[in-house]
């Protein structure tokens, strides 16, 4: 006899209703815009607008004249930002919509249509708005996004330093981690000056490098072409100029940052300054200090997150967890809760949907590095990689460092290892209580062994 599923509860559908009467449909384009109001509004119910500053004015003061109160377009490109910042301004309620989401009927294809379209979506209560942090979180997002796109450029151009010191046949790479570190860009930058000497440029060997300087000065025997020497100095001199950009975006961002008051009620005590050597990459100033000083918590206090992955983190989701109802929409929201996908009574897919949320992408990260960790967290990512694999450990612990995060920011509380062994002593608990029930029911009884 089969065992009795568990049925899905019915959820009640009410009828379509216009809920929105005053609603705007937008259609964005690079050059022009159709917008899209209900009819009897205004003497054309679509109109077609520049995307000039002036006309973008223009657009949110007929919208106004027609009584419009909320508006709905799609995030298409970076075109929407000037026309969902100026109707903000001006009031409006603005819900940016996902493309994906409000895709057209079948059939004939124009702008005219796709406005009118979101416009009586909107109307019936059919769409939902993408989240988007408060204005000054999206300010330093742009910044934190912007220092990223810095940082992959630069990376670029030491692979062309790598590449010139190949093509001249000196190993460096072969004896050093990493050429930009302290001994290699001594050594390229002697080079670049005119010094062949292996020896002599060996000797500029930092005392903490592995290698030897008579390692180091075979690696330097080479043929120094000129054109690769040429190319050599133009990659240095981009890698040094791409360096001095992320110092100003550095600059900035700790201005910003000071911009955001104290915190009144702190939840957790601030982190420790930072002291010792800057880690390559990272802010050159105390990027701790500053989350601390945006949320309120230290959320560096939770295993496997620093303090460019909290940063990550924050300009991404925000410090209010009020725009989600309970901790299982901001997982959702994540993507890194389960989306089962059930007909027939049969669940035919399993598994999370795939996202560019880059809330995500840290929380992976933070959760890969935990595998080897001391922590509760720790055991918890071995004990499921053991289990399932993984890619199911990831998700897993991804899951749960963005409930500890979720509860941190809306409780202001701090966070506290329970132990390595916290949730194994759990595990062994249910598996406990699981054996004690079967136990019952075929009318025994479990007996602990004495221990000794």
Known sequence: MKANK??????????????????????????????????????????CFATFTADLHSCAAWLAACGIETVAMESTGVYWIPLFEILERRGFEVYLVNARHVKNVSGRKSDVLDCQWLQQLHTYGLLQPSFRPPEEICA???????????????????????????????????????????????????????????????RMRDGRCHKSELEIAKSLEGHYQREHLFALRQALEMYDFYGQQIRACDEE???????????????????????????????????????????????????????????????????????????????????????????????????????????????????????????????????????????VAVTATAHKLARIIYFMLKRREPYRDPGADYYDQQYQARVVRNLQRRAAKLGMRLEPIPVG
């Open 140 to 202: 330093l997002r742009s910044l934190v996004r912007q220092r990223a796109m810095l940082i992959k450029y630069r990376a670029s151009h030491v692979q062309h330093m790598q590449k010139a010191l190949q093509q001249m046949n000196l190993k460096l790479t072969n004896v050093l981690t990493d050429i930009t570190g302290q001994t290699g860009l001594q050594i390229i930058r002697a080079i670049v000056a005119g010094e062949r000497c292996p020896a002599v440029l060996a």
């Open 253 to 391: 961002l700790e201005a910003m940052y000071q911009e955001f008051a104290e915190p009144a009620e702190p939840g957790t005590p601030p982190p420790a300054p930072r002291t010792g050597r800057r880690r390559k990459n990272h802010p050159h100033f105390d990027l701790g200090q500053a989350v601390y000083r945006l949320a309120g918590v230290d959320l560096t206090q939770i295993d496997g997150i620093d303090a460019l992955l909290a940063q990550e983190i924050l300009t991404t989701i925000g410090t209010d967890m009020s725009k989600w109802p309970t901790v299982k929409h901001f997982a959702s929201w994540l993507r890194l809760a389960p989306n089962n996908k059930i007909t027939g009574g049969q669940v035919k897919q399993r598994g999370t949907l795939p996202t560019q949320n880059r809330a995500n992408t840290a929380l992976r990260l933070a959760a890969q590095s935990l595998a080897r960790s001391d922590s509760a967290l720790g055991g918890f990512y071995r004990r499921v990689r053991a289990k399932h694999g993984a890619p």
């Open 6 to 47: 568990t049925r899905p509860t019915a959820r009640d559908l009410a009828a379509l209703e216009q809920i929105n009467l005053h609603a705007a449909g937008v259609d964005i384009g690079a050059a022009e815009i159709y917008v899209a109001v209900p009819p009897g509004r205004a003497a054309e119910s679509v109109r």
